[in-house]
């Protein structure tokens, strides 16, 4: 009779599936680990989308409505002449901190028709009050980060706009993106992309025909920058009321 052979492994057929072990192993890990860090980043660059498409909702809300009311405040001066004041203005302030753009904007807007947490798009309706009056006074500008990385935007505001035209005198403030690495915020005339914007130095300027903005922000060593354009309707429809046809001047252009 032939013997019957035990099964089972060898010795040495132990010893070469724990080689082929040691060879893949190391492959796998990586693989997931790479997997994982995938993963982490394009949640994260989603969740930065998110917040960057909620700045840019809340500003172009903002900036589109702008308005140069009418009515004017009369002050007396010591020899009595009285002199007409703007209550309103549009002042954009071209600023920068190290390398960083640090633009502000300082406005009034028509915005109050729209609640401000219609104006963000990851916010519940019941998560902010809307103002009590349409007209609001609006300013943004940056901050250092609490987290010490970057700026935190800030949007401060009050409804109704300053009665004694006090650009300082907001109630309001709201953080509407942090950790930015830059703001900067440039004006069509019409003509010319301008930095900066102040109707308080010339009265007769009037508003901008549209605003670009311009978000930056950095991750590590990459740094990825965000553009859109926004119309300001009172400018566009002052122009075109004033002139009876539309003129291609008044067109931003997208670039």
Known sequence: MKRRRNSGYTLLEFLVAMVIMGIITPGVTLALRAATVAMDR??????????????????????????????????????????????????????????????????????????????????TPDAAEEPPSYLVQVAYSLEPSESGEGFDLIRRHRSPPSPDGDRNDLLVEEVVVKGISGLNFSYFDG???????????????????AVRITLTIR?????????????????SSSSTSSSGTSSSSGQAPSG
Not at 222 to 232: A, D, L, R
């Open 42 to 123: 394009s949640e994260a660059r989603a969740a930065r989308m998110q917040q960057v498409r909620a700045a840019f909702d809340v500003l172009s809300r903002d900036i589109s409505f702008a308005v140069l009311p009418s009515a004017s405040q009369s002050s007396s001066t010591s020899d009595s002449t009285t002199t007409s004041e703007p209550t309103s203005w549009f002042v954009g302030t071209d600023d920068s901190s190290g390398n960083a753009d640090t633009d502000s904007l300082e406005i009034i807007t028509a915005s109050g028709r729209v609640g401000y947490a219609e104006m963000l798009a990851d916010n």
């Open 191 to 209: 003509t010319d992309w301008l930095d900066s914007w102040d109707t308080t130095l010339d009265t007769e300027l009037g508003l901008p025909v």
């Open 219 to 235: 991750e590590g060593n990459t740094e990825e920058v965000y553009i859109t354009t926004v119309p300001v309707y009172s400018a």
